[in-house]
């Protein structure tokens, strides 16, 4: 049976209640050519600097 995962990362000064978003980037490995998932929990505000990188 499957089970659901409840993140608890509200911050109750924000207005919308979410201030963190969890980001998703596929890497390509320099050694084998294989591709990987790197995820992060970053900010609301720093979204675009995550993926600038």
Do not use: P, W
Request: with cysteine; charged share 35%; glycine share 6%.
């Amino acid at each position: 049976m499957a089970k659901k995962a409840v993140a608890g990362f509200r911050d109750k000064t924000s207005t919308t209640g979410r201030s963190h978003t969890k980001v998703i980037k596929m890497v390509k490995s320099e050694k084998t050519g294989a591709y990987c998932f790197k995820e992060e929990m970053v900010l609301n505000d720093q979204v675009q600097d995550f993926f600038k990188k």
